[in-house]
Nanobody, 117 residues
Framework: QVPLVESGGGLVQPGGSLRLSCAAS????????MGWFRQAPGKERELVAA???????DYADSVKGRFTISRDNAKNTVYLQMNSLKPEDTAVYYC???????????WGQGTQVTVSS
Protein backbone atom coordinates (compact mmCIF):
# COMPACT_ATOMS: atom_id res chain seq x y z
CA GLN A 1 0.00 0.00 0.00
CA VAL A 2 1.44 3.35 -1.06
CA PRO A 3 1.82 5.47 2.08
CA LEU A 4 1.03 8.82 0.47
CA VAL A 5 -0.89 9.54 -2.72
CA GLU A 6 -0.65 13.00 -4.23
CA SER A 7 -2.85 14.61 -6.87
CA GLY A 8 -3.66 17.99 -8.36
CA GLY A 9 -0.54 19.11 -10.17
CA GLY A 10 -0.50 20.37 -13.73
CA LEU A 11 0.10 23.27 -16.07
CA VAL A 12 -1.39 26.66 -15.24
CA GLN A 13 -0.93 30.19 -16.51
CA PRO A 14 0.62 32.89 -14.31
CA GLY A 15 -1.99 34.23 -11.92
CA GLY A 16 -3.91 30.97 -11.96
CA SER A 17 -4.70 28.52 -9.18
CA LEU A 18 -4.16 24.87 -8.38
CA ARG A 19 -5.08 22.68 -5.44
CA LEU A 20 -2.84 19.83 -4.39
CA SER A 21 -4.06 16.92 -2.29
CA CYS A 22 -2.16 14.25 -0.40
CA ALA A 23 -3.92 11.32 1.20
CA ALA A 24 -2.12 9.19 3.76
CA SER A 25 -2.97 5.51 3.81
CA UNK A 26 -4.73 3.90 6.74
CA UNK A 27 -1.48 2.23 7.76
CA UNK A 28 -0.13 5.55 9.02
CA UNK A 29 -1.24 6.38 12.55
CA UNK A 30 -0.85 9.32 14.88
CA UNK A 31 0.02 11.83 12.20
CA UNK A 32 1.53 14.98 13.62
CA UNK A 33 3.23 17.06 10.94
CA MET A 34 1.88 17.33 7.38
CA GLY A 35 3.60 19.54 4.87
CA TRP A 36 4.50 20.35 1.32
CA PHE A 37 8.01 20.74 -0.05
CA ARG A 38 9.07 21.64 -3.56
CA GLN A 39 12.15 21.20 -5.68
CA ALA A 40 12.88 23.16 -8.82
CA PRO A 41 15.52 22.04 -11.33
CA GLY A 42 19.00 22.74 -10.01
CA LYS A 43 17.73 23.81 -6.61
CA GLU A 44 17.47 22.19 -3.21
CA ARG A 45 14.19 20.91 -1.87
CA GLU A 46 12.51 23.57 0.27
CA LEU A 47 9.62 23.69 2.70
CA VAL A 48 6.60 25.45 1.22
CA ALA A 49 4.00 25.04 3.95
CA ALA A 50 3.33 22.91 7.00
CA UNK A 51 0.53 22.22 9.42
CA UNK A 52 0.53 20.40 12.74
CA UNK A 53 -2.17 18.18 14.19
CA UNK A 54 -3.30 21.16 16.26
CA UNK A 55 -3.72 23.33 13.19
CA UNK A 56 -0.65 25.54 13.54
CA UNK A 57 0.69 26.56 10.14
CA ASP A 58 3.95 27.82 8.72
CA TYR A 59 4.76 29.13 5.26
CA ALA A 60 7.80 30.02 3.23
CA ASP A 61 8.06 33.77 2.82
CA SER A 62 7.78 33.41 -0.95
CA VAL A 63 4.27 31.94 -0.75
CA LYS A 64 2.73 33.82 2.19
CA GLY A 65 -0.57 35.37 1.23
CA ARG A 66 -0.87 33.20 -1.89
CA PHE A 67 -0.84 29.61 -0.64
CA THR A 68 -3.01 28.03 2.06
CA ILE A 69 -2.39 24.68 3.70
CA SER A 70 -5.19 22.75 5.37
CA ARG A 71 -5.86 19.22 6.56
CA ASP A 72 -8.76 16.88 7.13
CA ASN A 73 -7.76 14.68 10.05
CA ALA A 74 -10.70 12.33 9.53
CA LYS A 75 -9.45 11.61 6.01
CA ASN A 76 -5.72 11.81 6.80
CA THR A 77 -5.45 14.27 3.95
CA VAL A 78 -3.55 17.51 3.53
CA TYR A 79 -4.29 20.14 0.91
CA LEU A 80 -2.35 23.02 -0.59
CA GLN A 81 -4.41 25.73 -2.25
CA MET A 82 -2.14 27.75 -4.51
CA ASN A 83 -3.38 31.08 -5.84
CA SER A 84 -1.73 33.85 -7.83
CA LEU A 85 0.79 31.37 -9.15
CA LYS A 86 4.06 32.67 -10.56
CA PRO A 87 6.56 31.07 -12.95
CA GLU A 88 8.98 30.77 -10.04
CA ASP A 89 6.51 28.42 -8.34
CA THR A 90 7.30 25.84 -11.02
CA ALA A 91 8.66 22.73 -9.31
CA VAL A 92 7.93 19.19 -8.28
CA TYR A 93 5.84 19.35 -5.12
CA TYR A 94 6.24 16.65 -2.49
CA CYS A 95 3.94 15.79 0.35
CA UNK A 96 5.66 15.06 3.68
CA UNK A 97 4.10 13.41 6.70
CA UNK A 98 5.58 12.66 10.12
CA UNK A 99 3.80 10.23 12.37
CA UNK A 100 4.08 8.23 15.54
CA UNK A 101 6.11 8.69 18.69
CA UNK A 102 9.41 8.75 16.80
CA UNK A 103 8.02 10.91 13.99
CA UNK A 104 8.58 8.48 11.15
CA UNK A 105 8.93 10.41 7.90
CA UNK A 106 6.96 9.59 4.78
CA TRP A 107 7.30 11.22 1.35
CA GLY A 108 4.87 11.37 -1.53
CA GLN A 109 5.89 10.50 -5.07
CA GLY A 110 5.88 14.14 -6.17
CA THR A 111 3.59 16.04 -8.50
CA GLN A 112 4.72 18.49 -11.17
CA VAL A 113 3.44 22.06 -11.06
CA THR A 114 4.30 24.19 -14.07
CA VAL A 115 3.38 27.86 -14.26
CA SER A 116 3.81 29.18 -17.77
CA SER A 117 2.02 31.19 -20.40
Amino acid sequence: QVPLVESGGGLVQPGGSLRLSCAASGSIFSINFMGWFRQAPGKERELVAAITSGGSTDYADSVKGRFTISRDNAKNTVYLQMNSLKPEDTAVYYCNVRAGIILTVYWGQGTQVTVSS
